[in-house]
T-cell receptor, first 111, second 113 residues
Framework: QKEVEQDPGPLSVPEGAIVSLNCTYS??????FMWYRQYSRKGPELLMY????GNKEDGRFTAQVDKSSKYISLFIRDSQPSDSATYLC???????????FGQGTRLTINP | DAGITQSPRHKVTETGTPVTLRCHQT?????MYWYRQDPGHGLRLIHY???????DKGEVSDGYSVSRSKTEDFLLTLESATSSQTSVYFC????????????FGQGTRLTVV
């Protein structure tokens, strides 16, 4: 079993919809949770990170962490065609020096 | 954009030949990483460095070696390339041990024929 599981999709939604992307994990030592966006043939770019449990909002993006359920989510409000990309979750433990990634969810926003 | 450059961006090589990929940063970040990205596997860590001459293995290190003689450069060498090493390789840098703000290069697309 992988440490981090992420539904690869693909996920296709109409413009303006609320998108929910999710990851589950098995390692209870993870404390830092990141979301990356990757456009085709580009490197991943950091969207946001969250420490421990709770919510964090940045514009149209909201990250949620539920450590009790080992479940994290990224919500995208008012989705735009420019949000079409692969979204990767990543996690790290205190002092671990490395990230563990989910396999990414491919998202398409249809105009 | 973070100052991180990978070279070459594309390479085709023959099985059995050595290949070296370069990652160059201008951010003076301590931590540098090499990942490979393959369909169905996401990003997997090959090797990482936590300082000049300080490196360690990741989860898929077999067949790869690394070197870091300067803060700004991190080299990945495929000692004898195999077709299973056909992949997209990404370098990443971070200024903290938790990788809360890791920045990635644009990637190197390597094909081993």
């Amino acid at each position: 079993q992988k440490e981090v599981e992420q539904d690869p999709g693909p996920l296709s939604v109409p413009e303006g919809a609320i998108v929910s992307l999710n990851c589950t994990y098995s390692n209870s030592a993870f404390q830092y949770f990141m979301w990356y966006r990757q456009y085709s043939r580009k490197g991943p770019e950091l969207l946001m990170y969250t420490y421990s449990s709770g919510n964090k909002e940045d514009g149209r993006f909201t990250a949620q962490v539920d450590k009790s359920s080992k479940y994290i989510s990224l919500f995208i409000r008012d989705s735009q065609p420019s949000d079409s990309a692969t979204y990767l979750c990543a996690m790290s433990a205190q002092g671990a020096q490395k990230l563990v990634f989910g396999q990414g969810t491919r998202l398409t926003i249809n105009p | 954009d973070a100052g991180i450059t990978q070279s070459p961006r594309h390479k085709v090589t023959e099985t059995g030949t050595p290949v070296t990929l370069r990652c160059h940063q201008t951010e003076n970040h301590r931590y540098m990483y090499w990942y490979r990205q393959d369909p169905g596997h996401g990003l997997r860590l090959i090797h990482y460095s936590y300082g000049v001459k300080d490196t360690d293995k990741g989860e898929v290190s077999d067949g790869y070696s690394v070197s870091r003689s300067k803060t700004e450069d991190f080299l990945l060498t495929l000692e004898s390339a195999t077709s299973s090493q056909t992949s997209v390789y990404f370098c990443a840098i971070s200024d903290n041990i938790m990788n809360t703000e890791a920045f990635f290069g644009q990637g190197t697309r390597l094909t081993v024929v």
